[in-house]
């Protein structure tokens, strides 16, 4: 019903960069907090930057000064724009989102949705 719809990932140059794109669709009333996570091979799932519905950002020290997080809300869309990226970098990069769906003509509460990853890979 709710889908998260990712795109933007793909290999890079140490040192160049890339916009991560979010779209949600599905019979949605609101689009709250919205996020990305990563996931490098042999590593813990990590936080790499959230943004309310209001704008308010939040970012791992890792992403700080070099990744900015933004939204449309017309759009239901969140970016990533990534620059100086690094080898450390390189991981799956997967969108989340607390959405109020519907149910029926009903808005339930938010729940979490996932995007279904999209690598990047950054090269040396």
């Known amino acids: 019903q709710v889908q998260l719809v990712e795109s933007g990932g793909g290999l890079v140059q140490a040192g160049g960069s890339l916009r991560l794109s979010c779209t949600a669709s599905g019979r949605i009333f609101s689009t709250d907090t919205m996020g990305w996570y990563r996931q490098a091979p042999g590593k813990q799932r990590e936080l790499v930057a959230t943004i309310t519905s209001g704008g308010s950002t939040n970012y791992a020290d890792s992403a700080k000064g070099r990744f900015t997080i933004s939204r449309d809300n017309a759009k239901k869309t969140v970016y990533l724009q990534m620059n100086s990226l690094k080898p450390e970098d390189t991981a799956v990069y997967y969108c989340?989102?607390?959405?109020?769906?519907?149910?029926?003509?009903?808005?339930?509460?938010?729940?979490?949705?996932w995007g279904q990853g999209t690598q990047v890979t950054v090269s040396s």
């Open positions: 989340k989102a607390a959405i109020s769906a519907y149910r029926g003509s009903i808005p339930r509460d938010a729940y979490d949705y």
